[in-house]
């Protein structure tokens, strides 16, 4: 079992640090201003012969922040509690911890900061510290950090250090540490200018103060002593021009412990450096505007720690999101990519057309078209028959937004996916083509019903899908959703859900029933395996 | 556990008496990759509203759709001031960037660590805020429907005092 910071010994410390700002905040006249924000997700769950036995009876996710804020000083703190946590979720969330506690002083020109932060350093590449809790990822680093920049921001320095957060509580066996440092030329010297020029670097390490016993028996099986330092670095470029930008990043990892895998689902351990390229560029001329993607990895998956136990999306210390489009409608994400870490490379790119109000195309109200397509590729050496890579995943999306008069707006919506299962080790894949038509109708500026109808054609998997849904609003506070997902092509299950949402200034609640599919949950293309469940799940946010 | 509990309700009971909150001083970056502090979007002469938005997020688009006819047809006494701060994340901030240059009378802002969004315990998107011309919160709404920028608007005149 992995050392962490125990709540026992913490929470009186965290007591006592806090007790001057609670003291201070009965002065009302220099009290300062406090914002917290509280939210619960909790679902019962059922037995259903259609899809088998519930994954568990209940779960249940809960999170409160409060802030203090008073000129330059600031604190805060996040308490988090899993009862039993949701259906999905990673395992190490279980019991109550105070996952996030800071202290923060903002100067003119520099910051100091104690406690928990977090952090990212470029596109997050290299590593990044944060929290999706739909995923039920928070790694906030528990340590230090100093930040310095010159007046007007033509030049900024950070360095950070401390323990990542693994679970509730920050785990003690592997500590991050890292410098950033950003200079912004034209600032520099010539500040009136149009052009943005910004060079950046970073370094960091990863250092491991304990290794777990199978890991270390399969390094020394293997012939390797495992290192405790990781080091990474990055070099970043920023480019801006009017409507132009162009950003390039390159990182490199150090050897880090690596699972191979081989021919016939053996694996090989070794140590091996990683490294990543991203080139990103956006412009617009016109009604036009788009952007392209460029990514190479390869080796980048960097933990929190070496384990041989089955990855938790909580054990991750970077940022690698898939690089096709994080798609919105039911049946266009059924089937969703998922970064092959190990090495791909890939091509991603965005065109938006607005056909502006009053043109010949855009009519009275306008019309909006957006194309996206991407293309990725495994990496031969990084794939366990060491041949020719094939495609690992390729698709490209259309829809065409027009709004016909002030009470009708439609959507349609094209999905061409093509997916290899064997993320390109393989030749076979696996295609899907959806189609959405999705309609909006107000009746009245306040009552509104929104429409969708969606198709998905396929040959291969479980082959056709259909999906509609209806969602009836009355704004500003009530919302009402019913839906169906069925699968006629194979399995005959229909996946029902009915669900309503109540909200008023900053508090939301909602309520949905039904039959929900196993599989990818994602959140800013990072995803997490959801087990199939029915039931329902109330969800409750409020921030003040 | 027991002890986490008392913390949370002492904490609880620091909250009774909270002031109109001020937008927190958060860096954000521009369309031109300029750092842009949230406290400067205050000018001290008229109200403005701040819409949190991602690039996977549908409600979000409706409603700067919304936004953006509202701009359109705005007849106001005062200019309309709206800031979109997309929150996505560096993977989806170039499309972010291309999706909102075209946008007319929307400027679009970005926040791709969540600084801000944290900074004001935003859990779900979309949520607008209205503040006044000091950067004093007025008005808050999490979600959206189809209709609620009749009430954002209602609520911006009467921040204004028009």
């Known amino acids: 079992m992995r050392r962490q910071m125990m709540p026992g010994r913490l929470l009186p410390i965290i007591f006592f640090l806090f007790l001057p700002v609670l003291l201070h905040s009965q002065d009302e006249a220099s009290r300062g201003a406090v914002r917290g924000g509280l939210e619960s997700n909790s679902a019962v769950y059922l037995d259903d012969a259609a899809i088998g036995p519930a994954p568990a009876r209940w779960g249940s996710n809960n999170y409160l922040k409060l802030d203090w804020q008073r000129d330059s000083l600031s604190a805060g703190l996040q308490a988090e509690w899993y009862p039993q946590a949701l259906a999905g979720y990673p395992s190490e969330l279980k019991g109550a911890g105070l996952t996030g506690l800071y202290f923060d002083w903002q100067g003119r020109l520099v910051q100091l900061h104690a406690g928990s932060f977090f952090q990212q350093l470029g596109s997050g590449l290299l590593m990044r510290s944060w929290e999706d809790r739909d995923l039920g990822l928070n790694?906030?680093?528990?340590?230090?950090?100093?930040?310095?920049?010159?007046?007007?921001?033509?030049?900024?320095?950070?360095?950070?250090?401390?323990?990542?957060?693994?679970?509730?509580?920050?785990?003690?066996?592997?500590?991050?540490?890292?410098?950033?440092?950003?200079?912004?030329?034209?600032s520099a010297f010539a500040p009136e200018s149009s052009h943005s020029l910004r060079l950046e670097g970073s370094v960091t390490d990863r250092i491991a103060r304990e290794v777990e016993d199978g890991v270390s028996f399969l390094a020394h099986t293997a012939g390797f002593d495992l290192p405790v330092h990781t080091p990474g670095w990055s070099a970043r470029m920023f480019y801006a021009?009017?409507?132009?930008?162009?950003k390039a990043e390159y990182v490199?990892?150090?050897?880090?412990?690596?699972?191979?895998?081989?021919?016939?689902?053996?694996?090989?351990?070794?140590?091996?450096?990683?490294?990543?390229?991203?080139?990103e560029a956006s412009a617009a001329v016109g009604p036009f505007s788009g952007s392209i993607t460029l990514r190479r990895l390869e080796n980048m998956a960097s933990r929190i720690f070496n384990t041989t136990a089955s990855p938790s999306i909580a054990n991750t210390l970077n940022y690698l999101p898939s690089l096709c489009m994080q798609q919105t409608y039911l049946l266009a994400g059924l089937n969703p990519y998922v970064t092959y870490a190990d090495g791909e490379a890939g091509l991603q790119g965005d065109l938006f057309w607005n056909f502006r109000r009053g043109t010949a195309l855009g009519g009275r109200y306008g019309m909006r078209l957006h194309i996206c397509g991407s293309w990725i590729e495994a990496l031969p050496f990084a794939l366990p028959d060491r041949e020719t890579s094939h495609l690992a995943y390729r698709d490209i999306n259309i829809d065409l937004e027009r709004r016909w008069n002030r009470s009708f707006k439609t959507i349609f919506f094209v999905s061409i996916q093509e997916n290899s299962p064997t993320h390109g080790n393989r030749k076979a894949t696996n295609a899907q083509n959806v189609f959405v038509i999705d309609g909006l109708y107000k009746f009245s500026p306040i009552a509104s019903l929104r429409i969708e109808l969606q198709y998905l054609y396929s040959q291969e998997l479980t082959r056709d899908w259909m999906a509609a849904l209806a969602e009836f609003s009355l704004a500003p506070h009530w919302s009402i959703t019913l839906s169906d997902m069925y699968n006629h092509g194979s399995t005959g299950?229909?996946?029902?859900?009915?669900?309503?949402?109540?909200?008023?200034?900053?508090?939301?609640?909602?309520?949905?029933?039904?039959?929900?599919?196993?599989?990818?949950?994602?959140?800013?293309?990072?995803?997490?395996?959801?087990?199939?469940?029915?039931?329902?799940?109330?969800?409750?946010?409020?921030?003040? | 556990m027991k002890r986490l509990a008392i913390i949370i309700a002492l904490l609880f009971s620091a909250l009774i008496r909270v002031d109109a909150q001020v937008i927190p001083d958060v860096k954000l970056s521009d369309a031109g990759g300029k750092t842009v502090t949230a406290v400067s979007l205050a000018d001290h002469k008229t109200p403005f509203v701040v819409s949190f938005w991602m690039t996977t997020c549908k409600p979000c688009m409706k409603e700067l759709e919304a936004l953006t006819d509202a701009v359109a047809d705005w007849e106001g006494s005062f200019p309309l001031r709206i800031y979109a701060v997309s929150v996505d994340d560096s993977r989806s901030l170039q499309r972010a960037m291309a999706m909102s240059r075209n946008w007319e009378g929307i400027t679009p802002l970005f926040d791709p660590n969540g600084d801000l969004r944290r900074a004001l315990n935003i859990s779900a998107v979309p949520q607008v805020f209205v503040y006044d011309k000091d950067g004093k919160q007025f008005y808050t709404h999490i979600?959206?429907?189809?209709?609620?920028?009749?009430e954002l608007l209602s609520q911006l005149r009467k921040c204004a005092g028009k």
């Open chain 1, 139 to 186: 790694n906030c680093i528990t340590g230090a950090l100093a930040s310095f920049h010159t007046a007007g921001r033509a030049f900024e320095a950070k360095a950070f250090g401390g323990f990542p957060k693994y679970g509730l509580w920050p785990s003690t066996g592997s500590a991050v540490a890292g410098l950033d440092l950003s200079l912004d030329l034209i």
């Open chain 1, 241 to 246: 021009w009017e409507g132009f930008s162009l």
């Open chain 1, 252 to 279: 490199g990892k150090g050897r880090d412990f690596y699972a191979e895998q081989l021919p016939g689902a053996h694996e090989q351990y070794r140590l091996k450096p990683g490294n990543a390229l991203l080139v």
């Open chain 1, 493 to 544: 299950v229909h996946y029902f859900n009915v669900g309503a949402a109540y909200s008023v200034s900053s508090f939301n609640i909602s309520l949905q029933a039904g039959r929900n599919r196993e599989g990818f949950v994602c959140s800013g293309g990072v995803c997490r395996w959801q087990p199939a469940f029915s039931g329902a799940v109330l969800r409750v946010q409020w921030s003040f």
């Open chain 2, 143 to 150: 979600g959206y429907r189809p209709g609620d920028e009749q």
